[in-house]
C-alpha cells in the first residue's frame, strides 16, 4: 500500500495542524517587510545624523595645515602689538545676545581707525552661527547684539580692520546658558 504524503507526515509525528501553508508569495513578503524595515531604519538614522553634525570646523584640512605656519605668524604680530581685547557675551532667556568689546592699546589708550565684526560660531551647526551688529559707543568700545541665539557653547571671533586689512582676530569659547 502506496503511502500519500499527508499520511506519511501523519505517520512522523509532523502532520500539519490546520495551520495555514508558507508558500513562495508569503516568503516574498516576509523579505520585503524585513528590508523594508531595514532600510526605513536607515533612512531615519542617516537624516537624524546629518541633522545632528551637518558640518566640520575646517572645510580642507589639507589646506589648513598649509597655513600654520602663517596663524604662528600671525599670532607672533598679534603679541607683538600688544593690543588688550576684552569682550563680554551676554545671552537673555529670549535668544537675543549682547556683545560689549573694549580695545586699548599697550600703554592703555583706546585704539582708533579701526573697525570690528564680531561672530558667534556654533561647533557643529552653521546655521546657528550670528553676527553681530556693532556700533561704536564710546573711543575703543563696541557694542551690538544678535537674535536667536540657542544656549550652548559658541566660537567667539572678534576681527580688528585697520585700513582695510584684517590686523587682529581672536577666537575665544563661550558658554552661553
Do not use: C
Not at 98 to 117: F, H, K
Not at 122 to 149: C, E, I, K, Q, Y
Amino acid at each position: 500500500m502506496a503511502r500519500t504524503p499527508s499520511s506519511a507526515l501523519a505517520a512522523a509525528g509532523m502532520a500539519p495542524q490546520g495551520g495555514r501553508r508558507l508558500s513562495g508569495r508569503g516568503v516574498f513578503l516576509i523579505l520585503a517587510a524585513f528590508f523594508g524595515v531595514v532600510f526605513t531604519v536607515n533612512a531615519v538614522m542617516i537624516s537624524l545624523a546629518i541633522d545632528t553634525l551637518p558640518g566640520t570646523v575646517t572645510d580642507s584640512a589639507y589646506r589648513a595645515s598649509q597655513r600654520y605656519n602663517q596663524t604662528i605668524a600671525e599670532a607672533g604680530e598679534r603679541e607683538a602689538r600688544g593690543w588688550k581685547v576684552d569682550a563680554h557675551v551676554a545671552r537673555d532667556p529670549s535668544g537675543t545676545t549682547a556683545v560689549t568689546i573694549s580695545l586699548r592699546n599697550r600703554e592703555g589708550a583706546p585704539l582708533d581707525r579701526i573697525a570690528v565684526t564680531a561672530r558667534l560660531l556654533h561647533p557643529a551647526h552653521r546655521n546657528n552661527d550670528r553676527v553681530f551688529d556693532l556700533s561704536r559707543t564710546g573711543p575703543g568700545a563696541f557694542a551690538g547684539t544678535t537674535d536667536a541665539v540657542a544656549a550652548g557653547a559658541y566660537d567667539l571671533i572678534i576681527a580688528i580692520d585697520r585700513d582695510g586689512e584684517t590686523t587682529y582676530r581672536t577666537r575665544n569659547r563661550v558658554m552661553l546658558p
